[in-house]
C-alpha cells in the first residue's frame, strides 16, 4: 500500500514550507486555511507566485512571509496603502507579468521545457530593454526574451518555466494517498498541481480511494506527485469554491479588507483570525461565534436544477469473440 | 468630475450607466467575446439578456459560453465568480482560456477597461508615471494585455476623464495602434487593433478604414450621448480629438436596459460613486 498523505496543516507545512521557498499561492479560489498556516509559523522569505495574486499575496507580504512576487496582478498594489509603499521601499521585490504568462510559466513547468513562446506582450512597453532589470524586479534578465520564431520569422516573447517549491491549493475531495479531483473552473491552478516540487493539497472531503477510481474523469493530479493532503472543510473561505459555498464577500470586506489598511490593522486580523486560532476548524468556530451559523449558511451552495446523471466506466467482463 | 454620479439634465440615468448600456450595444451579437475585468462583466452580461444576442461570452477564468438564466439574480461579481458555473458549456482553465482560445484565434471580441487610454487606443493597466520609479502603483493587467494583443476586434469602456484620456498612456500594458499605421504589424501582432472606445460622454472609432496598416489610426469621435455638448467631450481628452464630419446622437437607454443594468448589479458592485 502506498503511504497516506493525509496529515494537519500545521504538519504539512512545517515538512514542506521551507523558508525562501517560491510558492504558488492560489488564484482565486484560494487555500486560506494554509495561507494562514504559513502565517502562523512565520515562515519568511518567500516568493509568492500566481497569475493574480488577491488578499492571500497581501497577508504574506503584510506579515512579512514574502519579500518577493511574480504575477501579473497585485490586487493589495491596486490602492495607496502599505503594499505600493512596500514595493516602492523594495521590501517587496516584484516582477510584473499577465495571467497568461503565468499560466504558461507553470505549463512550461509542468511538462519540463525551459521555456515557452507567447505572442502576448508584443508591442507593449512591457518588452523596453530598460524596464527589463527595473530597480523593483528580481528576476533580472532571467525575467523573458524575445526572438524571431526560427521556423517563420515572426516575434515571440520566450516566458522561462516556472517551477515553485511549493503550491498551496484548495480542491473538492482527495483520497489519503494524495489523488486529487476538482470540478468547475480551473484558472492557473492545473499546472500548479504538475509545475510544483511539493503540491500541498487541502480539501472539503476525504473520501475513500475507491470512490477516485471509479470516476478518475475529475483527477487533476495522482497522489504520487502530492506531498500532503489536508483534510479541510472550508478551507478556501472566504474565497468560494465551486459546489460547496460563494464567496463570503461580507467577511471579506468587514474583516479581510483590513489586512491591507496598515500594520495595526493587519495585526488586528492576524490576532484574532490567524494567532488566534490552532488551526482551520478553530477558526470556523470563531466564525460562527461571531457571525452565527446561518452567516455560513447563506454561502453555501444550493442544488442546481438538473444533476448530472452517473457516468458508467465499467463493460461486460468477457468479450463476445476470440480473436 | 464625478461622471459616474452625473446625469444629463432631464434624464433617469446616470452616464456610467449609459456607458455600459451602450458598450452593451456595441459588442457584437455573434461570435466568441472575451470579457475583461470590471465593467465588461456587466455590459457582457447585460448584451446576453437585453438582446437576442448569439455572442458566446467567455472570461478567462475558464468560463465559455455562458448563458445567464433569465431570473440571473446578478452578473457575474469579477471574471471568476462562481455563479460562472451555472451556465457556460465548459469550464477549464486559464491556459485554455488565454491560450487555446484567444491566442489560438477563437475570440472575435475583446471588451476592457483600464486606467488610461491614448489617442491609438493603447490602455495602461499597469503604473501611473515611469515604471522605474512610479508616482502611483495600480493592481497590473490581469489578462487586459493578451486580450489586446490577441482577440480580432476590441471595444474598450473608460470614463471621459483628462486624467484618463491621455495622449500617450504612462506605461502601454495593452497595445492599440502603438504609435501609427503599421506598428501592430511591425511589432508582430495582427494589424487590426480596437475598433471601439465607449466612454461616459460618447462613442469612438479609429482612424483608419483598413483595419492598423494605413491612415492615423487616431481615436475618432463618432457619438455623443443625448443632450450632451460634442464640445465637453474634448475638454475632458488630453490630446486635440479627432471628430467624425458628423457626430451621431446615441438613443437614450430603454426602459428594459436600464432596468436590467440596475438588477444586474444589486450590491453596486459595479456602478459604485467614486469607482467605476
Not at chain 1, 487555500?31 to 516568493?47: D, F, M, N, P, W
Not at chain 2, 459588442?27 to 455590459?43: E, T
Not at chain 2, 433569465?70 to 465568480?81: L, Q, S, Y
Not at chain 2, 506598428?183 to 479609429?206: D, E, H, I, K
Request: aromatic share 10%.
Amino acid at each position: 500500500m502506498p503511504e497516506t498523505k493525509l496529515m494537519s496543516e500545521r504538519e504539512a507545512t512545517a515538512r514542506f514550507v521551507d523558508d525562501g521557498d517560491s510558492v504558488y499561492v492560489g488564484y482565486t479560489s484560494v487555500a486560506y486555511g494554509l495561507i494562514h498556516e504559513i502565517v502562523r509559523q512565520r515562515k519568511t522569505g518567500l516568493e509568492a507566485i500566481g497569475g493574480s495574486v488577491g488578499p492571500q499575496g497581501t497577508m504574506l507580504f503584510m506579515a512579512g512571509c514574502a519579500d518577493r512576487v511574480s504575477s501579473g496582478y497585485i490586487a493589495g498594489a491596486l490602492r495607496p496603502g502599505p503594499v505600493q509603499d512596500m514595493m516602492d521601499s523594495g521590501d517587496l521585490r516584484y516582477e510584473d507579468y499577465s495571467n497568461q504568462a503565468i499560466a504558461l510559466m507553470l505549463m512550461a513547468g509542468a511538462l519540463g521545457i525551459p521555456f515557452i513562446p507567447t505572442r502576448s506582450f508584443l508591442g507593449s512597453d512591457y518588452l523596453k530593454p530598460e524596464y527589463q532589470e527595473h530597480p523593483g524586479g528580481h528576476r533580472g534578465a532571467n525575467k523573458w526574451a524575445t526572438m524571431e520564431s526560427p521556423f517563420d520569422g515572426q516575434p515571440v516573447v520566450l516566458l522561462p518555466a516556472l517551477i515553485p517549491d511549493v503550491a498551496v491549493l484548495h480542491a473538492q475531495r482527495a483520497d489519503r494517498f494524495g489523488n486529487v479531483q476538482t470540478w468547475g473552473h480551473q484558472g492557473d491552478a492545473r499546472w500548479a498541481f504538475w509545475a510544483a516540487k511539493k503540491v500541498i493539497v487541502s480539501v472539503e472531503d476525504i473520501v475513500e480511494p475507491e470512490v477516485i477510481r471509479e470516476d478518475p474523469g475529475r483527477t487533476v493530479v495522482p497522489g504520487f506527485r502530492v506531498a500532503a493532503v489536508v483534510h479541510m472543510p472550508f478551507g478556501a473561505h472566504p474565497s468560494g469554491f465551486v459546489g460547496h459555498y460563494d464567496f463570503d464577500y461580507a467577511f471579506m470586506a468587514a474583516e479581510m479588507g483590513r489586512i491591507g489598511r496598515g500594520k495595526d490593522e493587519f495585526e488586528a486580523f492576524r490576532a484574532e483570525w490567524i494567532d488566534g486560532v490552532a488551526d482551520r476548524s478553530e477558526y470556523i468556530q470563531r466564525y460562527l461565534e461571531r457571525f452565527g451559523q446561518q452567516a455560513l449558511d447563506r454561502t453555501r451552495a444550493t442544488a442546481g436544477p438538473a444533476p448530472t446523471p452517473d457516468v458508467r466506466y465499467t463493460y461486460a467482463p468477457e468479450l463476445p469473440f476470440r480473436m | 468630475m464625478s461622471e459616474e454620479t452625473e446625469t444629463i439634465p432631464g434624464a433617469d440615468y446616470t452616464l456610467a450607466e449609459m456607458m455600459c448600456v451602450v458598450a452593451a450595444r456595441e459588442l457584437p451579437r455573434s461570435g466568441v467575446a472575451m470579457l475583461g475585468m470590471g465593467l465588461p462583466v456587466l455590459s457582457g452580461t447585460l448584451a446576453k439578456l437585453a438582446y437576442d444576442s448569439d455572442l458566446r461570452i467567455c472570461t478567462e477564468v475558464g468560463a465559455f459560453d455562458w448563458q445567464p438564466w433569465p431570473e440571473v439574480p446578478r452578473a457575474p461579481i469579477g471574471i471568476h465568480d462562481l455563479i460562472l458555473n451555472h451556465g457556460s458549456v465548459m469550464v477549464t482553465d486559464m491556459v485554455d482560456a488565454l491560450g487555446t482560445l484567444l491566442m489560438g484565434g477563437n475570440a472575435d471580441v475583446g471588451l476592457l477597461g483600464a486606467a488610461q487610454i491614448d489617442r491609438f487606443g493603447n490602455l495602461n493597466t499597469l503604473v501611473m508615471g515611469d515604471y522605474r520609479a512610479p508616482e502611483r502603483r495600480l493592481g497590473g493587467t490581469g489578462g487586459n494585455t493578451e486580450i489586446a494583443c490577441l482577440a480580432k476586434q476590441v471595444v474598450s469602456i473608460m470614463p471621459q476623464e483628462r486624467r484618463r484620456f491621455v495622449d500617450r498612456v504612462d506605461f502601454n500594458t495593452s497595445p492599440g495602434y502603438i504609435d501609427g499605421p503599421g506598428a501592430r504589424r511591425r511589432a508582430g501582432l495582427q494589424p487590426q487593433g480596437p475598433n471601439r472606445v465607449v466612454s461616459t460622454f460618447g462613442v469612438f472609432s479609429f482612424d483608419t478604414p483598413d483595419g492598423g496598416d494605413t491612415d492615423s489610426c487616431e481615436m475618432v469621435l463618432e457619438a455623443v450621448f443625448p443632450n450632451l455638448d460634442p464640445d465637453v467631450v474634448q475638454a475632458e481628452t488630453g490630446w486635440p480629438l479627432k471628430v467624425a464630419e458628423t457626430v451621431r446622437e446615441v438613443e437614450p437607454p430603454t426602459n428594459d436596459e436600464l432596468t436590467l443594468i440596475r438588477r444586474l448589479d444589486p450590491y453596486h458592485f459595479y456602478l459604485t460613486p467614486g469607482r467605476y
